[in-house]
């Protein structure tokens, strides 16, 4: 009998390891907090520049910026070869995935249509920082993750209005579960949002990885640089 092979082991932080509870926790206290304060949600909103909400971007950024930078570019190449794995991407984020949530959203939310449009949004903005954050906690392949939310990123910018026209404006009116709505996004305005959410750390984590490859070499970012960046 074969030994079994043996893996390295990653030590979770405190953080990492219950990522999930502070999360909810963060939910939790939101909520509490705008029925404590409802004044907060006036305070949050005037720190936005259009749709873009600064302190959420600054915290996804925050949250990006290390995984982006040990991602190994040079690589990126092998994910856009695999056509299959880009066609099943596609199929699930913009396919199944809006589908689903639009009719979970249409079944348990009919009575209360600002949520039931609140949902099917949901499901038609493809998740961008949690995936990468996510990956890195499960040691996943970067390479692969990056390439894919870089690709699903580009379908969001073509298509995300035309989405929203498709699934709110036209469907719920012609379903008649709503009157009169017109809900609209340019595509402007998903380019704008998906270049600061994912553009900004990207270009962070490129310049930090081969910055570092040029000032101090390859093995000083892979031993000393690499390990400080963290979630």
Do not use: H
């Amino acid at each position: 009998m074969k030994e079994a092979e043996k893996f390295d082991k990653k030590e979770l932080s405190i953080i990492e390891k219950f990522l999930t509870l502070w999360i909810f926790l963060a939910i939790v206290g939101g909520v509490a907090l705008g029925y404590i304060y409802p004044e907060i949600a006036d305070i949050i909103g005037s720190l936005s520049i259009g749709t873009t909400s600064i302190p959420i971007a600054v915290g996804l950024i925050l949250m990006m910026y290390p995984p982006l930078a040990k991602v190994r570019y040079e690589e990126m190449g092998k994910v856009f070869s695999n056509l299959k794995l880009l066609a099943l991407s596609l199929i699930q984020n913009w396919i199944v995935g809006p589908v689903v949530m639009f009719l979970l959203a249409i079944v348990l939310l009919r009575d209360m249509p600002e949520f039931m449009i609140g949902v099917i949004l949901v499901g038609l903005a493809k998740c961008i920082a949690m995936v990468i954050v996510w990956n890195e906690l499960a040691e996943g392949d970067r390479e692969l993750a990056v390439g894919l939310v870089a690709f699903n990123a580009i379908f969001q910018i073509l298509f995300y209005a035309v989405y929203i026209y498709i699934f709110i404006t036209l469907a719920l009116n012609y379903l008649g579960l709503v009157k009169g709505v017109e809900a609209n996004v340019s595509i402007v305005e998903a380019a704008k949002t998906i270049f600061i959410y994912l553009s900004i750390p990207f270009i962070a984590g490129v310049v930090t990885r081969y910055g570092s490859f040029r000032a101090k070499g390859r093995e000083w970012f892979k031993n000393v640089l690499a390990p400080k960046l963290s979630l």
